[in-house]
């Protein structure tokens, strides 16, 4: 993990049911959408983009220290508590649990054990009852040495499953997000893989790279799973456009690039894909195009337990960056954070 967040990161990796997902990007996701319904497989292109290709951007200076960057907030948060003026966007990332049938959320071979609270350690992520703990566990595959590179932006349905699987199947990953416009990660992309297309996978533990989000599920479960693809990232077509109504909520957050200083070192971001709070802190982190690294933490994840021997209690998101020190919890502080420290003053 510590060799993916080295300064070399940026040069060593080298939508629709008409009325329905209206708000989806209709310029980056739409006519690949609109093939997805009468072709089971198809990936999301963007035919608006410019056809020169661009060098990524040098580095800008590092952030301020983080006791430059605090986030001041009155707001006393919690688990599944939502500061008032998030709440239609906490509701809005929420359409996964009608749409996508909260897909996502639960670890491969997920079960709940109920143990006597004696036998459960203070440092083990449990949901105490009446003397008891229940104790959430699951059977991830192997893990990836290296963390898995995903080329991807937030508001693509495409995308969105290739990032369902990355919790199904708790491994670790790099988003290099591509938001419209982005300077850097989408002519990086075009580059490497020769095509305006996303997502795009690369797997430096075995040299594989690919387009088509099928064939990267299929490749990850082969790889990494056991082989089978849980059924709500099968049904084809259906699987594409439940996706797509799953996004329209947030209108596209995230998807266009807001000018920002590219950080040293990529972040770090505990979530997973299907928790509405976890969203709202990845559109921040993709539409600023800062990379981060993904640490995979859906229900029945051991690095529950992780997050909360490293921070006192497990609550996601929760974010780190290396190049200030900073650390924190709660999606609208890290919204905050992230623009305060490296969006671009806008003329």
Same mark, same amino acid.
């Given at each position: 993990?510590?060799?993916?967040?080295?300064?070399?990161?940026? #040069?060593?990796?080298?939508?629709?049911? /008409?009325?329905?997902?209206?708000?989806? @990007?209709?310029?980056?996701?739409?006519?690949? $959408?609109?093939?997805?319904?009468?072709?089971?497989?198809? %990936?999301?292109?963007?035919?608006?983009?410019?056809?020169?290709?661009?060098?990524?951007?040098? /580095?800008? @200076?590092?952030?301020?220290?983080?006791?430059?960057?605090?986030?001041?907030?009155?707001?006393?948060?919690?688990? $599944?508590?939502?500061?008032?003026?998030?709440?239609?966007?906490?509701?809005?990332?929420?359409?996964?649990?009608?749409?996508?049938?909260?897909? &996502?959320?639960?670890? =491969?071979?997920?079960?709940?054990?109920? =143990?006597?609270?004696? %036998?459960? *350690?203070?440092?083990?992520?449990?949901?105490?009852?009446?003397?008891? =703990? $229940?104790?959430?566990?699951?059977? /991830?595959?192997?893990?990836?040495?290296?963390?898995?590179?995903?080329?991807?932006?937030?508001?693509?349905?495409?995308?969105? =499953?290739?990032?369902?699987?990355?919790?199904?199947?708790?491994?670790?990953?790099?988003?290099?997000?591509?938001?419209?416009?982005?300077?850097?990660?989408?002519?990086?992309?075009?580059?490497?893989?020769?095509?305006?297309?996303? /997502?795009?996978?690369?797997?430096?533990?075995?040299?594989?790279?690919?387009?088509?989000?099928?064939?990267?599920?299929?490749?990850?479960?082969?790889?990494?799973?056991? &082989?089978?693809?849980?059924?709500?990232?099968?049904? &084809?077509?259906?699987?594409?456009?439940?996706?797509?109504?799953?996004?329209?909520?947030?209108? &596209?957050?995230?998807?266009?690039?807001?000018?920002?200083?590219?950080?040293?070192?990529?972040?770090?971001?505990?979530?997973?894909?299907?928790?509405?709070?976890?969203?709202?802190?990845?559109?921040?982190?993709?539409?600023?195009?800062?990379?981060?690294?993904?640490?995979?933490?859906?229900? *029945?994840?051991?690095?529950?337990?992780?997050?909360?021997?490293?921070?006192?209690?497990?609550?996601?998101?929760?974010?780190?960056?290396?190049?200030?020190?900073?650390?924190?919890?709660?999606? #609208?502080?890290?919204? %905050?954070?992230?623009?305060?420290?490296?969006?671009?003053?806008?003329?």
């Amino acid at each position: 993990m510590a060799g993916a967040t080295s300064t070399s990161w940026l #040069h060593s990796a080298k939508t629709s049911v /008409p009325s329905l997902v209206s708000a989806l @990007p209709r310029k980056q996701c739409t006519s690949s $959408f609109r093939k997805s319904v009468s072709v089971v497989r198809a %990936e999301q292109k963007d035919s608006n983009l410019s056809t020169a290709e661009s060098e990524a951007e040098t /580095p800008a @200076p590092a952030p301020s220290p983080a006791s430059e960057t605090t986030v001041n907030s009155d707001f006393k948060g919690g688990p $599944f508590t939502v500061r008032s003026d998030m709440i239609g966007a906490v509701l809005g990332g929420s359409l996964n649990v009608p749409f996508r049938l909260g897909s &996502g959320a639960l670890v =491969k071979g997920y079960k709940v054990e109920n =143990k006597p609270a004696a %036998e459960v *350690g203070d440092d083990k992520y449990a949901i105490p009852f009446a003397g008891r =703990k $229940f104790v959430e566990v699951a059977n /991830p595959g192997p893990r990836p040495e290296k963390p898995i590179e995903i080329y991807e932006f937030e508001g693509c349905p495409f995308c969105r =499953k290739v990032r369902e699987i990355v919790s199904i199947l708790d491994i670790d990953v790099i988003f290099y997000p591509c938001p419209k416009n982005g300077p850097n990660f989408r002519p990086k992309a075009n580059e490497m893989g020769g095509k305006k297309q996303f /997502p795009y996978m690369v797997d430096p533990n075995t040299n594989v790279a690919m387009y088509e989000s099928d064939d990267i599920i299929k490749y990850l479960v082969e790889k990494y799973g056991d &082989g089978q693809v849980p059924i709500m990232l099968n049904l &084809g077509a259906l699987t594409t456009i439940t996706a797509g109504l799953a996004l329209i909520g947030r209108a &596209g957050k995230g998807s266009t690039y807001v000018p920002a200083k590219l950080p040293e070192k990529p972040l770090v971001l505990w979530a997973y894909e299907s928790s509405p709070f976890c969203k709202i802190a990845r559109e921040a982190l993709c539409e600023l195009e800062i990379p981060h690294v993904y640490r995979s933490c859906a229900r *029945g994840s051991a690095k529950r337990d992780l997050l909360k021997q490293k921070t006192g209690k497990f609550q996601v998101p929760y974010l780190e960056d290396p190049n200030t020190g900073a650390a924190m919890f709660e999606s #609208h502080d890290i919204v %905050e954070y992230v623009r305060k420290t490296y969006a671009l003053a806008q003329n």
